[in-house]
């Protein structure tokens, strides 16, 4: 006699809840259930465990959270280039540009952060990359390959070697063409972006 009055709300029981998400159950048979329950815990212990399963049912948000521009909230980051090996700079400089550090990081969006590179003349290289490493490029014409090392391309800009090693680092498509502006590369100690209030970052060896 009780449980006739729930009649709509009992096919619920006859396959897990946990498969019904909240938007696939009507809000008439979410208070059904509810009403329901209270009365299984007035009858059976069992009616506990019932009541768990909907109160998950009524809090669980079984959605992607999906960054977008509305959302994003992009900081400042300044890195010492001289503080840790290029390499390892880099790949940090490149996961925060990424968003890769924040638990709202959406892959299709650029959702990460401004970074600042300062002392990029301090850039650290170990062993003899200094003079071994090469990197390629080609003027577009017949026999046009020119190669160049790390200290000859300091010699004309050291942002070079640290641009290139970053940009190595992010999507080959527009989207990293884009997070790639996002970076603020410069010689020295000193930056024009002190109004933007960076937070500094240490990189350890």
């Not at 159950?25 to 979410?30: A, E, L, R, T």
């Not at 200290?151 to 498509?173: D, H, Y």
Request: proline share 6%.
């Amino acid at each position: 006699m009780i449980l006739s009055r729930f009649r709509p709300a009992l096919r619920y029981f006859r396959q897990p809840l946990l498969r019904h998400r909240p938007s696939q159950v009507p809000k008439s048979d979410q208070n059904q259930l509810q009403n329901l329950l209270l009365v299984c815990v007035s009858i059976s212990p069992r009616g506990v465990f019932y009541l768990l399963i909907i109160i998950q049912l009524d809090i669980l948000s079984y959605k992607t959270q999906a960054a977008n521009k509305s959302t994003i909230e992009k900081q400042w980051y300044v890195v010492d280039a001289g503080e840790a090996p290029l390499g390892r700079v880099c790949s940090e400089v490149a996961r925060i540009l990424r968003g890769k550090h924040k638990t709202s990081f959406t892959p299709h969006v650029d959702c990460g952060d401004n970074v600042i590179v300062i002392n990029a003349d301090n850039l650290i290289l170990t062993g003899k990359k200094m003079d071994q490493k090469q990197y390629i490029r080609h003027t577009g014409y017949p026999g046009g390959q020119r190669f160049s090392t790390p200290r000859q391309e300091i010699q004309k800009s050291s942002t070079r070697v640290i641009e290139s090693a970053v940009r190595g680092m992010l999507p080959k498509n527009k989207l990293g063409r884009k997070i790639f502006k996002s970076l603020f590369v410069y010689e020295g100690s000193e930056h024009p972006h002190e109004a933007q209030q960076p937070k500094e970052i240490s990189i350890t060896k």
